[in-house]
């Protein structure tokens, strides 16, 4: 089952956030961070969850943003499964209910950014299966 998490509840998502920010800290820190900075700034965290568990076994975290190059877009900042429930179409499905959200918010895209290497492939065989395409290269720059 699909649920947004709303400020109070987004300690729930942590493990599965864990395992793709694997910095992101101890869960205090996690939470005030997610709900004191990010969420002011629009973001947004749904979690799939399994009976008897209530950890999310998959997390995603997003926002809405207008650009030039893109429109309005739903951007997903970070989609991830904790290990014991991959290959259980769970992302998927979060992948699914996020792009229905862009269509109830009349966004022009829906867009993400993955990690390269082959330790992500069945992340970018899901994303294709979704009827993505690679389609800018992202370069960044430490500061």
């Given at each position: 089952?699909?649920?947004?998490?709303?400020?109070?509840?987004?300690?729930?998502?942590?493990?599965?956030?864990?395992?793709?920010?694997?910095n992101?800290?101890p869960?205090?820190?996690?939470?005030?961070?997610?709900?004191?900075?990010?969420?002011?700034?629009?973001?947004r965290?749904?979690?799939?969850?399994?009976?008897?568990?209530v950890?999310?076994?998959?997390?995603?975290?997003?926002?809405?943003?207008?650009?030039?190059?893109?429109g309005?877009t739903?951007?997903?900042?970070?989609?991830?499964?904790?290990p014991?429930?991959?290959?259980?179409?769970h992302a998927g499905?979060?992948?699914?209910?996020?792009?229905?959200?862009a269509k109830?918010?009349h966004?022009?895209?829906?867009?993400?950014?993955s990690?390269?290497?082959?330790?992500?492939?069945d992340?970018?065989r899901?994303?294709f299966?979704?009827?993505m395409r690679?389609?800018?290269?992202?370069?960044l720059?430490?500061?």
């Amino acid at each position: 089952m699909i649920q947004e998490l709303h400020a109070g509840a987004t300690n729930l998502v942590y493990q599965a956030m864990l395992e793709l920010r694997p910095n992101i800290g101890p869960e205090s820190v996690f939470v005030e961070h997610v709900d004191t900075v990010q969420r002011p700034e629009g973001y947004r965290v749904i979690g799939f969850f399994v009976e008897d568990d209530v950890q999310a076994a998959a997390a995603a975290g997003f926002r809405i943003v207008n650009m030039l190059a893109w429109g309005r877009t739903l951007y997903c900042d970070d989609l991830t499964t904790r290990p014991e429930h991959r290959g259980k179409g769970h992302a998927g499905k979060l992948l699914d209910w996020m792009i229905d959200e862009a269509k109830r918010l009349h966004c022009d895209e829906f867009h993400l950014d993955s990690g390269v290497g082959p330790d992500r492939m069945d992340a970018h065989r899901l994303y294709f299966n979704k009827k993505m395409r690679i389609s800018a290269f992202h370069f960044l720059r430490p500061i």
